[in-house]
């Protein structure tokens, strides 16, 4: 369990930009298109994109959720709306939530 929790959590998540970076292949980028794109967004150099210390940061200053939630930071589908709109995208489970309280 502790090395499956490790991989999900690492680059592939949201630990650094994985989970950001994955998205946007999602979309029909390639890695290396994927990770310029996001890293421009982010504002920060595609290889800090793994840094875990400069996402935490960036995650925390952008409010695009952590693996832990400070109390008034954005997390579950909030996080989602705050990443959708940094990164233009139209994200399913965001848009369903949208027409659910609509």
Do not use: C, P, W
Request: net charge positive; glycine share 10%; aromatic share 2%.
């Amino acid at each position: 369990m502790i090395a499956t929790h490790t991989l999900a959590s690492g680059m592939g998540g949201l630990r650094t930009a994985g989970d950001l970076v994955a998205r946007m292949q999602m979309t029909g980028m390639r890695i290396a298109e994927a990770k310029k794109y996001v890293a421009d967004k982010l504002k920060v150099s595609v290889r800090e994109l793994g840094d875990e210390i400069v996402m935490n940061e960036v995650r925390d200053d952008l409010n695009i959720g952590r693996v832990v939630s400070h109390h008034g930071k954005a997390r579950g589908i909030q996080a989602q709306m705050n990443i959708g709109k940094l990164l233009d995208l139209d994200i399913n489970s965001v848009k369903r939530f949208l027409d659910k309280i609509n």
